[in-house]
């Protein structure tokens, strides 16, 4: 069934002020932990609670915000997401044409330009979702994620910098016990000593 236009009210959470907890929060523990292997073995688990928690809630994030545009015409969606407005227009691209680069021109985006009710049918051709209650949810979605992208991207520096420390003297750790601390691959721990060397030039 086809939402009516509406112009729902969508609480914009602080995006900047939640990250910025959430990378102090995460920075300040992980700089207190002297051992490299104990840092270690804390920063995968920090990533990969992360993972899952974006795993988890990304696409419910997605399908209300992407919802709220083609079926209510909510504009600002980007904000609540706390994204890019570019990075909106390829989500919704993405849910209509299956492809985030579809229907654009050097005119512009046309689905921008649709109306209402083009906007709600492309979306219904399109068999996207609607989301009775995307006004509510979306905002706590929106946080979840942007709190745990925060925490990955500030505990990974510490990975990276930690596996390496690990692998040199006087640790000389072999790259499969690095693995097994982590719970990850070799190849993933080889590609954490690539980027702290590259980030350490």
Sequence with gaps: MTAPHSQSKVAIPEHKQLRADAKREVEEELSGIARAHHRFARASEIVQQADLEIAAHVEERNQAAVSLWLYEGVRGVARVLGVYPNAFYEMYRLALFGDKKANVSHDGDLVSRM??????????????????????????????????????????????????????EPCSWEVERIAKLGNVTTKYVRDLKFKAKRRSR
């Design 115 to 168: 109306s209402a009710a083009e906007r709600r049918q492309a979306a219904e051709d399109a068999g996207v979702p609607f989301i009775e209650d995307a006004a509510e949810r979306l905002p706590g979605l929106s946080e979840t994620v942007s709190v745990a992208t925060a925490r990955r991207q500030a505990a990974m520096p510490f990975l990276q910098d930690a596996a390496l420390e690990l692998s040199e």
